[in-house]
Structures are given as C-alpha cells and as structure tokens.
C-alpha cells in the first residue's frame, strides 16, 4: 500500500475545506432564491411547483459557477504568502528531490495557518440570513390573510378564452336619410311632460312670428320742403372784449391783426 506524502494529504483537505465551503454557499444562495419564488409565487397565484423548478434550474447552475472556483489559486488569492506556492507543490507533489520536499515542507508549515471561516464571507451571509427570516416573516403573513397581488392564471385563462364578439347587428334602415317638409319630424310630435308633481303642456310652432313677409306695401312719394338757409354773420366775441380792459383792447387787437398779416 503505497504511503501518501503528508503535503498531498494537506493539499486534498484544504480542497475539501474549500469544497465544502462553496457548496454551503450554494446551498444558502439557493434557499433565498427559493424564499423569494415562493413569496412570488404566493402573490401572483402561481402553482409552488414552478417555484420548485426554477430554484432547482438556479441551484444547479450556481453551483457549478462556485465549483469552478474551488481550486489552488483560489486559496492563494486568500493567502498571500502561498502564492504560486501551494500550485507548485500541488504539481510537484511526487517528486522526491531535495529541493521539492523542502517546499514541501516549508508550504504544510503555512498551510496550518488556514483557516476555513476565510472563505466565508461573513458580510453575505449574515444579509442572507436577514434576507430569509424577512421573507418567511411576509409569508407566514400573506398565508394567513391570504394577500393576492394577481390572479395569474385566471388572468392568463381569460386571455387565452378571450373571443371577439364579431361585427355589430346594425339596422341599415335607420341609417337611411329621409326627406320630408314636415317639421314635426324634425322638431317632434306635441307631448305631455311631466316635470315634478305638475303637467305643462308645451307645443312649438317655428311658423308664428311677428314678421309676415308675404305682407308688401307699395312705394309711397316723399314730398320735401325747400328752405334757404339763414344767412350766416360772423359776431366779434363780446365776452373777449369785456374781460380785457378797455385801456388794453386796442393794444391787443393790434397784435392780433401783425400776426395775421404774417
């Protein structure tokens, strides 16, 4: 039985460690989708199985997105002081010569230094975890007074029942224009209505009217009276002349007579 090396017995854990540490990750990212689908579901009135189905089409692909990470360099990317190390040893780990083992020996020294709560992220988890008991918290109220956002599938049936009522029965004979000179086709028959408790008794006749036009006088002769206007005289203003004193008057009318002259 061949003995294996203690560098291949700490890189095959450390793996494991990683390994198992992506599957839980998984496993939670997967519980919270679920959570979510089922709250959707429960609002939209959406049988829990498609549910079932897309959480489980997500937990396979995200779980092989978070296998292709469980690898060497990946615990060198946490590690620092392992790198290119620990992917040397792991490629080197059958060789015997002095050199190998003694990076054999140098890397399981700071391979005891690794811890698995390093690949966890701590942060994520605990808003997962906040995420989950949120949800349940929401379905175990929706549950118990059964709140629906959406019918989904009545909706879906009523459009997919959904049928035109075809074209509308239209009486062609209404739509016909008739000509007629009779006004009470136009205005209406005479008719009783009752407004409140009292009867008024209304009738409309648009032939009454003030004017008759067929009513024509003939053209009767104006006679006008010639008058010749009364003679027009022009009168000094005897107003102007009271106001300005005499001793003043023929000074101004002076004045008057040079600016009419210009």
């Given at each position: ?194 407004l409140g408790s009292k009867q008024l008794d209304l009738q409309i006749n648009p032939i009454m009217s003030d004017v ?51």
């Amino acid at each position: 039985m061949p003995v294996i090396k203690p560098i291949a017995k700490a890189l095959n854990e450390a793996k494991s460690a990683v390994l198992q540490v992506a599957l839980f990750q998984s496993l939670l990212d997967t519980i919270v989708v679920f959570f979510l689908l089922l709250l959707g579901c429960k609002l939209l009135t959406i049988p829990l199985a498609y549910g079932f189905i897309i959480a489980l089409i997500y937990a396979i692909v995200h779980t092989r997105a978070n296998l292709k990470e469980v690898t060497f360099a990946g615990i060198e990317s946490k590690f620092p002081e392992l790198k290119e190390e620990l992917i040397t040893v792991a490629d080197n780990w059958r060789d015997n010569s002095e050199i190998v083992s003694a990076l054999n020996e140098e890397v399981l020294q700071k391979m005891h230094n690794i811890k698995t709560s390093a690949f966890l992220n701590l942060g994520k988890l605990t808003r997962e975890i906040l995420v989950m008991a949120v949800i349940a918290f929401i379905l175990i109220g929706t549950a118990a007074w059964n709140v629906k956002f959406l019918d989904l599938q009545q909706a879906v049936h009523d459009i997919r029942t959904f049928k035109d009522h075809g074209p509308y029965d239209i009486n062609q004979d209404l739509l016909k224009l008739e000509e007629s000179q009779n006004l009470s086709n136009i205005l209406g028959n005479k008719s009783i209505t009752e407004l409140g408790s009292k009867q008024l008794d209304l009738q409309i006749n648009p032939i009454m009217s003030d004017v008759n036009i067929g009513k024509i006088k003939p053209v009767e002769d104006e006679r006008f009276q010639e008058v010749a206007p009364r003679e027009i005289k022009a009168t000094s203003d005897v107003s102007f002349e009271e106001q300005i004193p005499k001793q003043y008057q023929r000074i101004v009318k002076t004045h008057f007579k040079e600016i009419t002259r210009q």
